[in-house]
Nanobody, 115 residues
């Protein structure tokens, strides 16, 4: 059974930082692309960052230079370091992996940035 568990969300002031974690069980992160998505209230879900198994990470234009995605294969975990946070970064952040025909999602973690 595949499970993705996120942690690290919270309330932070604009300009602050948060680090999100996503830990997987039943799936090996190192051989899969792991994505971070976010969904703000009333808006469509958007891809924030992705880290391929053997390639270069990529980012949404809105977070380039502020967010960094990384992985720790020994812990089967992927992280999203978020710096210089803005109120518009407020959303539920979820990690995601697609394996074959299946999409796996974590439960999501709320990030709220106050102005």
């Amino acid at each position: 059974q595949v499970q993705l568990v996120e942690s690290g969300g919270g309330l932070v002031q604009a300009g602050g930082s948060l680090r999100l974690s996503c830990t997987g069980s039943g799936i090996i992160f190192s051989i899969n692309t792991v994505n971070w998505y976010r969904q703000a209230q009333g808006k469509q879900r958007e891809l924030v960052a992705a880290i391929p198994s053997g390639g270069t990470a990529n980012y949404a234009d809105s977070v380039k230079g502020r967010f960094t995605i990384s992985r720790d294969n020994a812990k089967n975990s992927v992280y999203l370091q978020m710096n210089s946070l803005k109120p518009e970064d407020t959303a539920v952040y979820s990690c995601h992996v697609r394996r074959g025909w299946y999409d796996y999602w974590g439960q999501g973690t709320q990030v709220t940035v106050s102005s």
